[in-house]
């Protein structure tokens, strides 16, 4: 827009409610991309009017007609403005993202959390996990912390180790574990996936990794292009960093252990590279997709053909 368009944009618009709505016809009208954290123009404005304001989501709906500041309603042009024309997400506009129920902060330095593991996580990883007491979580290319940290408030006896080669990204998960006051049970780990870790075995391991492949990497929305390309390129097939877990991960399961991973649209490429591997893909009620569970007997069984890859 320009300077008069702003202004007048300012002048005319007072509530919150008038800026969710401003904001919800230009998300429409700019064709916006959805996809992280809303699938709707008025999902996306209400997520970022509100979280500009540190008002919470279920505010008392009288607030809405609350008139906003000068200086309040120039910020929400702003930020209206760079999710429209710069492709910038929600959540890196408001530093905030909601993950199985918890809030993170975000910024570029790691990936906007989405990951359809979230609902197993709410779930305890039942059945798999719930007839087991769980010591000790590896949250392998943790990224913001999000799938550790909430592992972490779903099983309170759990240790949880987050791990990542980006310092950047630890930075973040470090500021979350202090966030949720974690200090003392949760611990950030520089590492190339499992160099760093030592001889620790864990009953859970889970894993978002990078997993998009060459040709998706090239005609991703710009939306995706704010996110850092570490956390989502894996090489021509998306599956470079997966076979590397894959082919160490039972080093680093207790005897029960499990992997549980996240491959999104890599999990056919997956299937077809390991097609004698029995992957368990899970059917999500909240949506999602390409999340699988090996045991820790099935990484040992398989673990020659994952290492032959």
Known sequence: MTVEQTTSVVA?????RDYIRWAASAFNREQVYFGHGSDNAWDEAVFLVLGALSLPWDTDPTVLDSRLTLAERKRLCGLI???CYECVPVPYLINEAWFAGLPFFVDERVLVPR???AELIEQGFSPWLSEYRVNGILDMCTGSGCIGIACAVAFPDAEVDLVDISSEALAVANINIKRHHLETRVKAIASDLFAGVGNKQYDLIVTN??????????SMPGEYQHEPALGL?????????IRSILSAAADYLTEDGLLVGEVGNSCEALGE?????????????????GVFVLTAEQLLRYRDCFKQS
């Open 273 to 289: 590279a390991f097609p004698e591997v029995p992957f368990l893909w899970l059917e999500l009620a909240q949506g999602g997709h």
């Open 233 to 241: 390129g894996s090489g021509d097939d998306g599956l470079d960093c």
């Open 81 to 83: 403005e760079k999710r």
């Open 209 to 218: 990794p990078p997993y998009v492949d060459a040709s998706d990497l090239a």
């Open 115 to 117: 990951s359809p593991i």
């Open 12 to 16: 005319t618009l007072e509530t919150v």
